[in-house]
């Protein structure tokens, strides 16, 4: 029997190996005409009219054995035109057939996208898209460049109902940037500055940017903290080995080549590169506690005077400059397994004048109480690395990333006119103030396929984050100008103040471990998801003042005042002091763990329901001090919270094209940290900016309705109605304090509500006419109406922490909300055409607007400050010019409007001034050129 087994097994083989030497063989290699010809990988390869069928590797390659003949050979990816070829086969020979697909026009199927790295691609982006069944749109590495994106702030104003909003960062669908929140690669992360809920977005060169999600809707698996958008950003993944350099230079009117003022320590190479700032930070003698430390004469000369001092540089502002450097390599390894690392260095820095009007309005008054007209010099530096390793398996992937920001923004601001209503209309003010952040984050990710299926599937991650905030030595001088130059003052009355401010996260940890079973028909029609994700950090300020007492100050040289100084110092003019109240340090720990599950159920082929549940648990503790002793106990609030936040998202396929969607949740928001942070930011011309530790976080209740329709691969309509109900919305207001300044701060008003309608669009306008065919029109537009009902008490906290109840101080009992437009449009206009073989270009006009909203709520009878419209028009010509040289030329702001905040007049105390005008600047036109050599 052994014996007849065995002579079985080997006739088998021998009839085998004949077979297979009759055989021919087909290979060749897929390409993408939209990439340069790049790989393609996981593309079909078909036989037509048989089962015979392969994908293209990482590389996109393929290679199959067929019988001798002829066959037709059929190539297609999702989102590209579909190409045949016919082939000849004889025996024993290797046939070789190339092929270059390209994005075309035709009906979509439902199918899945397959590749991270295809995601990047405009048309694999819609594909995915109408198949999700959560309300999400998303702009891929693809559709930046070509639309001449820098960033990841400017690339999500292309997306429906989007706006970007000077340095305030993200407005999504009306929504200021507290309502917001970010994920990299699906864990959470930290913000860079405790002025902001997330890491501002213009920070996110492209090139480290595969995609970005941008979920409007909620869904059990991402934060509950979520109201207006959650933004999670996929970093780049490799496809191929490849090497880039970009440099560019950029000038803009009335910025470039103008006279700039400059820090002494930001006058330098290190200054130019961002790396300045480590001579100005409190002085050490002074140490970790602060108190009414008086300094001696050596230790005033060290640390007040000379190269730490008040001058200032005047020079003329260079042209902008950018530099990235992207370096990627792939490895396959045996047995279908590869690696591949990413490295990525980018560099730029700006020079910005800004000139207009900034007034505030007298406390319970008609009249400007400051009255003056602002110049700001800035120069900003952004330097971001991402090293990123990914090792994949048949079953098992591994990721690890590592992303470093680092940030500078050195600026001098001068404003000349009435101070606090003194009736002296020469009141002249510098501050000098350096804002640095640190930023680094690590994450490890992987995902497992716990069955050869794929059916069940693990996937995890873990990060860690540290976060420097600092403005080392913010200082300021005041006194009047009586001529050009010359400066008149007092060393008393804190005309000469230095403010530390130190905010470090010092430790940000986030996880997230995920279940996925897939079941039904086919084994994957349906899908359960249950899972954890959370983080936690603690963050401690330190916030220090070191102030002057002594007599009169003069002198003729506004920029060089050091000298002065330092002969007051020797001769016993003047005396420095720490001047720091028992407030100067307040720690912050911070935490939110949640599980969660989600059922996708697809069912009478026509609806997929997707619904799940989140139980959060938030815990915040903050600890601070009252006025009173430095060495007092820190006192600890508490605000704690369990949320159970469901979900629902129900899909119609109305056929192979549209789908009806539907989608209903409950989330919170919190507030930024500085919005509550029981501290008083002061600002030298009597205004400041005041933490609520009473805010409470809001409730929300949010609907969307939305009807889309993808005509081909490449083209997209859609409709979608949505309302929130908001309970204890968050806003900004300004209040008075004793000293009758303005305080900007922030309430919970009763509630709000909101809702409103969206359209997208985009077409090609070969549908117009056939000459027009290589032109694209996309345009986003949001109309949306909300109401705020406004709580008739409040609580107030003092210095003490003594809290009380007061009756309402705003003008309004019902009004919009606030930061919420009425409106607001984004288009883009393209063309695509082609100077040589292998010259491609692309040029795109971009528009975007929005209507006027409330920029801080009017109390005491004064009426709203409101936000004007502004338009954005920008032009990019990007071109590849060979193999190996591209250029893009960008024009934006070309309408150079004037940016305004302007008083309202409609409360109980009207305005009796010639101007409503409350701040106004121009950015400027700017012209940029960035040319890249790939090697």
């Known amino acids: 029997m052994k014996f007849n087994l065995r002579f079985l097994f080997i006739a088998l083989f021998i009839c085998t190996i004949s077979i297979a030497q009759n055989k021919g063989t087909i290979s060749g290699v897929l390409t993408d005409k939209e990439s340069n010809n790049a790989a393609l990988p996981f593309a079909n390869v078909l036989i037509k009219g048989t089962n015979i069928s392969v994908n293209t590797d990482i590389d996109g390659k393929y290679s199959f054995n067929v019988n001798p003949g002829n066959y037709t050979i059929i190539f297609s990816f999702v989102g590209y035109e579909t190409k045949e070829a016919p082939v000849t086969v004889k025996a024993g020979e290797t046939v070789v057939i190339n092929q270059v697909l390209s994005s075309g026009s035709y009906t979509l199927k439902d199918v899945v996208v397959k590749s991270t790295a295809n995601r990047e691609k405009e048309t694999a982006l819609l594909l995915d898209q109408k198949n999700a069944v959560v309300i999400k749109q998303s702009i891929g590495a693809q559709e930046m460049s070509r639309k001449g994106v820098s960033d990841v702030e400017e690339g999500l104003t292309k997306v429906t109902g989007i706006t970007k909003v000077g340095s305030r960062g993200i407005f999504v669908r009306g929504l200021e940037d507290r309502y917001n929140n970010l994920l990299i690669n699906d864990l959470a992360v930290p913000s860079n500055s405790p002025f902001s ?227 002296v209309q020469n009141n002249f003010i510098r501050t000098n103030q350096l804002d640095k952040t640190d930023y680094l984050n690590a994450q490890l990710l992987g995902e497992y396929n716990l069955t050869e299926d794929k059916n069940q599937t693990l996937k995890g991650g873990v990060s860690y984050a540290n976060t420097k905030y600092g403005q080392p030595d913010r200082k300021f001088f005041s006194g009047t100008q009586e001529s050009e130059n010359q400066i008149n003052t007092s060393y008393g009355g804190n005309n000469f103040l230095r403010q530390y401010l130190d905010v ?162 409950k989330t919170y928001t919190k507030p930024v940290v500085m919005e509550s942070f029981p501290i008083s930011y002061i600002n030298a011309d009597n205004t400041s900016t005041q933490g609520n530790s009473l805010l409470k976080n809001s409730d929300n209740y949010n609907v969307d309705l939305k009807y889309e329709i993808f005509p081909t691969a490449k083209e997209m309509l859609t409709f979608g109605v949505f309302g929130k109900y908001i309970d204890n919305p968050i806003e900004r207001t300004f209040i008075a304090n004793a000293t009758s300044g303005t305080v900007t701060t922030f309430l919970n008003s009763d509630n709000a509500t909101l809702y409103g309608a969206e359209v997208e669009f985009l077409l090609g ?119 190996h040289f591209d250029v893009k030329f960008t024009a934006d702001n070309l309408l150079n409007p004037v940016r305004k905040l302007e008083f309202g007049n409609n409360g109980t105390v009207k305005v009796d001034e010639p101007s409503l005008l409350a701040n106004s600047y121009k950015k400027g036109v700017g012209f940029s050129v960035k040319l890249g050599y790939t090697f």
């Open 197 to 423: 809920k997330i890491v501002p977005l213009d920070l996110f060169p492209t090139n480290i940017v595969g995609v970005i999600d941008v979920y409007k809707t909620f869904n059990p698996n991402i934060y509950g903290d979520f109201a207006g958008g959650t933004f999670n950003i996929q970093t780049s993944k490799v496809s191929k080995s490849v090497t880039k350099i970009n440099i560019g230079a950029g000038y803009t009117t009335g910025n470039s080549f103008k006279d700039f003022l400059l820090s002494g320590d930001a006058d330098s190479a290190a200054g130019f590169f961002g790396f300045n700032g480590k001579d100005r930070e409190l002085p050490s003698f002074l140490g970790s506690t602060a108190g009414r430390t008086t300094f001696t004469q050596d230790q005033a000369l060290n640390s007040v005077s000379g190269d730490k001092g008040f001058n200032v540089s005047k020079t003329k502002s260079p042209l902008n400059s950018s530099f990235n450097f992207l370096h990627a390599e792939k490895f396959d390894l045996s047995n279908a397994r590869n690696i591949s690392y990413l490295l990525s260095l980018n560099f730029d820095n700006s020079y910005a004048v800004r000139e207009g009007v900034s007034r505030t309005l007298q406390t319970l008054g008609d009249k400007y109480n400051n009255d003056f007209v602002n110049t700001e010099y800035r120069l900003k530096t952004s330097t971001s690395a991402l090293v990123g390793v990914n090792y994949t398996a048949e079953r098992f992937k591994l990721a690890f990333n590592t992303l470093y920001l680092k940030t500078t923004l050195n600026s001098i601001l001068d404003q000349y006119g009435v101070l606090s209503n003194n009736g």
């Open 504 to 665: 470090d996260g010092n430790v940000f940890v986030s996880g997230l471990l995920e279940y996925n079973l897939k079941f039904g028909k086919d084994g994957k029609q349906n899908k359960l998801t249950v899972g954890y994700n959370g983080n936690a950090s603690k963050m401690e300020s330190s916030y220090r003042f070191v102030a002057s007492n002594g007599g009169t100050f003069s002198s003729t040289d506004i920029n060089n005042i050091d000298t002065k100084i330092t002969n007051d110092i020797n001769s016993n003019a003047v005396f420095f002091n720490e001047s720091s109240n028992t407030t100067y340090k307040v720690k912050l720990n911070e935490s939110a763990n949640a599980g969660y599950a989600n059922l996708f159920l697809k069912f009478a082929e026509k609806f997929e329901i997707n619904g799940g549940v989140r139980v959060e648990s938030t815990i915040k503790e903050t600890y601070y001090r009252t006025l009173g002793s430095f060495d007092d106990p820190f006192k600890l609030k508490k605000y704690n919270n369990l949320y159970v936040l469901p979900s629902l998202n129900v899909k119609y396929l109305l056929n192979d094209t549209s789908n009806i969607r539907f989608a209903a949740s």
């Open 765 to 883: 306008l070969n549908r117009i006419s056939e000459s027009l065919e290589h032109f694209s029109f996309g345009l986003n537009a949001s109309v949306m109406s909300t109401k705020v009902n406004v709580a008739k008490t409040y609580e107030s906290q003092d210095e003490d922490g003594l809290v009380t109840v007061k009756n309402s101080i705003e003008t309004h009992q019902t009004r919009s909300l606030q930061g919420a437009s009425d409106w607001l449009v984004n288009s883009d206009l393209k063309y695509e055409f082609n100077l040589a073989k292998d010259w491609t270009n692309t040029m795109s006009l971009v528009y975007g607007v929005f209507g006027k909203r409330i920029y801080a709520v009017g109390t005491n009878g004064q009426d709203n400050t409101y936000e004007l419209p502004v338009s954005q028009l920008d032009f990019v010509w990007g071109s590849k010019i060979s193999e």
